[in-house]
């Protein structure tokens, strides 16, 4: 869906900036700020301190609660301390709750994320340059159905794919996570459009003409070219596994292969219902630990993941 | 989609008949060489279910016979189903309201951002989005217990105020509130998309305007604004796709709310429950393709719609 837009938006982009650069006689280089160097303005980036306040609120909430016990929740205005600060029992009393359960959940959320995100990235990169750079019979139907596989919601599919995964007795186990995490229409077309530019034809020219092989010459040239493409759709792939929900709440009924994500609302339903026992400030404290290597890893990366995204949006 | 592909190698064009018949035949090999891992999985979590949930919703587990072919009969039942419309208007409406605030906020934050006009935009940039890291279950939690009557923030409000203002889990609020959630996760990664768009202008265009007298506001009207079209019409899909399939937020806060949000308050929490608690596969996957049908049909009119304004 997106390709059919994408030439046209370049083709209107090309005709502006000739326009602009024949009036101008020159192209200069793309420059930082805005042309019309604007002030930086103090009223305007309080303005903008909203956006920040929202974003950050519900985090600083999260941090501020993992200290207090669970009758310090209840007795304590929620957006400062209470007088116990008991952050690292909690921590501890997380990581040690019914054996050890959570850093059991950690785990299979690492495992799922390293093969079902790196395996997903390395899918997206090889056909995406693919079907960048090699013509065949068929490509343009295999373009059009994976863009259009980006429209279908994958919530659409988790059931349909959990019957037939059961009827292969592939539910409760690994694979049923790993297996539908390997697919990311979104990775492929983003891995397609930078590979078109990033990776120059004559360049591959000149290593066929050397008798290198295909193969070869896509993990030794072709590879380190496209690496900012390949750190973004590995970043957004990874957010998807390790948020993933919906598909390990139907696929797992066994605890014991849970991410994190289904354990904390397993731990958080656990506060209602006949036998209820409410553990608030371990689901509160284990959502702060599931959240920080995630968060840290997109802040450590930023600098990759911004450059491939906005190459990836020249043709969007 | 052609025009932006590579030019044939150069070997293939000078070439003999026969040898570029033998090239083009290897180099046919080795692209799909390089598709195939991926197309194998595809057709296996992708094209498989679909085939799946089309075969599903024409067919009935029936007292008698057992599994029977019945036609279109799944699709005349849901579509004469009370609760699957509840559940569909619902997220219609939700469509209507929330998308345009959250990618509207997107859109400011963007501009502004990439105006020049703020100190320390790369620290805005990357906190805004970073709501976008979280996983939607911990999002719901977090928001959940902020709402909770308990010890949220609501509580400390309604306590402070001495009467139950802000009710954030009462019939009228709960969409509102589901809003909230939603806007908080994704403003930020749809404010990304905006920008990467605004930052491939070329300056010649503000150069150009500056030349010519426009104001910062007539440099967003005319440079801005029709630079971002493109941006706008997929960030535009992708939240129509995610609200058709709002799942995870109702299904979540279900736990802290279960007399308001239904077992079919989303078409997509109909279909899992008709799943897994009623053992109703066929009229699962019934919804599942319906909406499926809806949602693209409606991203393909965007999308439409989207271009033919480019066109003008």
Do not use: C
């Amino acid at each position: 869906m997106s390709a059919t837009i994408a030439p046209e938006v370049r083709a209107a982009d090309h005709k502006r900036a000739d326009a602009a650069s024949a009036r101008r006689g020159t192209r200069g280089p793309r420059r930082r700020n805005s042309p019309l160097r604007p002030r930086k303005s103090v009223a305007f980036t309080l303005l903008m301190g909203i956006f920040v306040l929202y974003s950050l609120v519900p985090l600083a909430w999260l941090v501020i609660n993992a200290t207090k016990t669970q009758s310090g929740l209840f007795s304590s205005f929620g957006l400062w301390f209470d007088d116990d600060f008991v952050l690292f029992q909690n921590i501890w009393e997380t990581l040690t709750y019914r054996d050890g359960i959570f850093l059991r959940w950690f785990g299979n959320t690492l495992l799922y994320v390293v093969v079902g995100a790196g395996g997903a990235t390395l899918l997206a990169t090889l056909a995406g340059y693919g079907l960048a750079k090699f013509r065949f019979r068929g490509r343009r139907a295999i373009f059009a159905v994976v863009l259009g596989a980006i429209a279908v919601p994958g919530t659409a599919l988790a059931v349909p794919t959990f019957l037939m995964f059961s009827q292969l007795g592939l539910t409760n186990t690994p694979w049923a996570i790993i297996i539908p995490s390997l697919i990311s229409p979104f990775g492929l077309y983003l891995i397609w459009v930078y590979a078109v530019d990033s990776v120059p034809t004559e360049i591959l020219e000149a290593a066929r003409m050397d008798g290198a092989g295909e193969f070869r010459t896509f993990f030794t040239i072709s590879g380190r070219l496209l690496a900012p493409g390949i750190v973004t759709v590995l970043l957004f792939t990874v957010v998807a596994t390790w948020n993933n929900y919906f598909l390990p709440l139907i696929m797992l009924s066994d605890p014991t292969w849970y991410p994190l994500t289904v354990g904390l609302n397993q731990w958080n339903a656990q506060a209602t219902g006949v036998a209820a026992q409410p553990i608030y400030n371990l689901v509160i404290t284990g959502s702060l630990l599931t959240i920080l290597p995630i968060v840290i890893a997109f802040l450590g990366l930023q600098r990759f993941w911004q450059s491939g995204l906005s190459a990836g949006s020249v043709k969007q | 989609m052609t025009t932006t592909s590579p030019p044939a190698p150069a070997a293939v064009v000078t070439a003999p008949p026969s040898r570029r018949a033998r090239v083009r035949g290897r180099s046919e090999w080795k692209g799909l060489a390089f598709v195939a891992p991926f197309l194998v999985v595809f057709l296996l979590v992708f094209i498989a279910p679909v085939a799946y949930s089309v075969y599903l919703s024409l067919f009935r587990e029936q007292l008698i016979g057992g599994n029977a072919f019945v036609g279109a009969e799944n699709y005349l039942e849901l579509f004469a189903d009370p609760q699957f419309w509840e559940g569909f208007g619902r997220v219609t409406l939700f469509l209507l309201i929330q998308v345009p605030i959250m990618l509207g906020l997107a859109l400011v934050a963007a501009l502004a951002i990439d105006s020049a006009r703020l100190h320390a935009s790369g620290f805005f940039r990357i906190v805004i989005f970073l709501p976008y890291a979280v996983p939607a279950v911990v999002a719901v939690l977090m928001w959940g217990f902020i709402y909770g009557d308990n010890f949220g923030l609501a509580a400390n409000i309604n306590d402070w105020l001495g009467s139950e203002v802000i009710t954030p889990f009462a019939r009228n609020w709960i969409l509102v509130s589901i809003g909230n959630i939603v806007t908080w996760e994704f403003v930020g990664y749809n404010m990304l998309i905006f920008y990467s768009a605004l930052r491939v202008i070329p300056t010649d265009l503000y150069e150009a305007a500056e030349l010519d007298g426009a104001g910062p506001m007539r440099v967003i009207t005319g440079i801005k604004l029709p630079a971002l079209r493109g941006a706008i019409v997929i960030a535009t899909i992708f939240s129509i796709i995610g609200s058709f399939q709002l799942f995870n937020e109702p299904n979540i806060l279900r736990t802290l709310a279960p007399n308001i949000i239904t077992t079919y308050f989303t078409p997509n929490m109909y279909a899992y429950n008709l799943s897994f608690a009623g053992q109703q596969y066929n009229a699962s996957a019934t919804v599942a393709i319906v909406m499926g049908v809806i949602t693209a049909v409606i991203a393909y009119v965007v999308q439409l719609r989207g271009s033919r304004k480019e066109e003008r």
